[in-house]
C-alpha cells in the first residue's frame, strides 16, 4: 500500500501541499497588480471604451435626464459601430440610476364619473 493509501486507510489525510494545480516556485509572479486567473485570457477594452468618458459627461450634464437610445444616438454620430444593448447594458452596471416620478393617481371608477355629470350644480 502506498503512504497516501496508507494514510487515508489509518483515517489521516496525506500531505498534498505541492500537489497538482499549485504554483511551482519555478512559477514566474503576475504583473504588478494582477493576479492570475485560472484559464482566462486578460479583458481587451470593449467597444464602448473610446465613448464611455462621453457618455459619464453627458450623463452628469444633464442629472440623468437623457434616454440611454438618445446617447446611443449621439455616440454612434461620433463613429461608435456598437449595438443600442451594449450602451443599455452598460448604462445599467455603471451609471447611478436616477429616481423614477411616482405614479399617477388611479382614474376615477365609472359610478364616480356618472355622479359629477348627473349632480345638480349648486349656484
Known amino acids: 500500500m502506498s503512504s497516501s493509501a496508507s494514510a487515508w486507510a489509518s483515517g489521516t ?3 498534498i501541499s505541492a500537489g497538482a494545480g499549485t504554483p511551482s ?3 514566474p509572479a503576475p504583473p504588478a497588480g494582477k493576479t492570475w486567473s485560472k484559464g482566462r485570457k486578460p479583458r481587451r477594452p470593449g467597444k464602448l471604451a473610446p465613448y464611455v468618458s ?7 450634464e444633464t442629472e440623468g435626464r437623457v434616454a440611454v437610445l438618445a446617447l446611443h444616438w449621439e455616440i454612434t454620430e461620433r463613429g461608435f459601430r456598437g449595438s443600442y444593448s451594449t450602451v443599455r447594458d452598460w448604462a445599467r452596471r455603471n451609471l447611478p440610476q436616477t ?6 393617481p388611479p382614474l376615477p371608477s365609472v359610478p364616480e364619473i356618472t355622479g359629477w355629470l348627473a349632480a345638480t350644480p349648486e349656484h
Open 13 to 15: 489525510s496525506p500531505d
Open 25 to 27: 516556485s519555478d512559477t
Open 54 to 60: 462621453y457618455l459619464e459627461q453627458r450623463w452628469a
Open 99 to 104: 429616481a423614477r416620478p411616482a405614479p399617477a
